[in-house]
């Protein structure tokens, strides 16, 4: 992999990204775990080019834990997916510490992704002949190092689960098994794609929970996707996307727990 070749810039702002609101933030102080400075993404839909990023800025920090607003169409999957390493920007340079991902070919973004990246999606992709614990078994034995699949299913409250299948399991608990296979190799990146669409208040609060206690006791990036505006109390950085710009970012004084929302 290419090592990114830009300076660092001073502040974390530009044109693109206007002044956020709240204090510093102390995490600033340390190097970001992902930088990108006019990232774009553009789609052909027939003679139709549809520019899905359009010159994003901006730094993101270990044992942060971001919330990615927008409306449908605003970019936010696009970005998720550019950050995993599931798809490459177009222009623009994208990079997690000291090594650039754009341009990187599959076999280094194959590597990225099983070593660095834990993906939860709204649709919880378990295989439904397997247990808890062998679903979480199927990451922990191609990690490098990796937790058990009972220490992973511990994390997310799930141990007294472990032998049932998906079927015998409530939607909010498989999708804390989908957290805990993607915790289960130790990732300093969780992404999370509306993890709660498909669950009602009470699950999605359990659900959350879960990402929230990853975030802080793991250490682990946490971003998280999401449609509902009342999840943004609950991160450090609020990051709101329109058209495929960065609209705002606002920082919060402090982090409220998930029970502490109002609903």
Not at 165 to 173: A, D, I, L, T, V
């Amino acid at each position: 992999m290419k090592v990114f070749g830009w300076q660092k810039e001073e502040t974390f702002y530009t044109e693109n990204t206007p002044a956020q609101t709240g204090p510093p933030d102390p995490k600033n102080a340390r190097d970001p775990l992902f930088s990108a400075r006019g990232l774009t993404k553009v789609y052909l839909a027939g003679e139709v080019e549809v520019r899905a990023l359009d010159g994003v800025d901006f730094d993101l920090y270990p044992g942060e834990f971001i919330v990615l607003l927008g409306p449908s169409g605003s970019g936010k999957s696009t970005l998720l997916n550019n950050l995993g390493g599931l798809d490459v920007p177009t222009s623009g340079t994208l990079a997690y510490k000291d090594r650039e991902l754009t341009g990187a070919d599959e076999e280094e973004l194959t590597a990225f992704r099983r070593d660095a990246v834990g993906f939860v999606f709204q649709f919880y992709n378990l295989i439904p002949s397997l247990t808890a614990l062998e679903n979480v078994a199927l990451i922990t034995e191609i990690a490098k190092d990796p937790m058990t699949p009972e220490e992973a299913l511990g994390l997310v409250g799930l141990r007294e689960r472990m032998d049932h299948f998906p079927s015998q399991m409530s939607g909010g608990e498989q999708q804390r098994v989908a957290i805990a296979r993607a915790i289960s190799k130790r990732p300093e990146v969780l992404l999370c794609d509306e993890p709660t669409g498909a669950l009602d208040v009470k699950t999605g609060i359990t659900v959350l929970e879960a990402i929230e206690r990853v975030n802080r006791e793991l250490g682990t990036l946490a971003l998280v996707i999401t449609h509902n505006a009342v999840i943004a109390d609950m991160a450090d950085r609020v990051i709101h996307l329109s058209d495929g710009r960065i609209s705002r970012i606002e920082r919060n004084g402090a982090r409220r727990s998930v029970r502490s929302l109002r609903w």
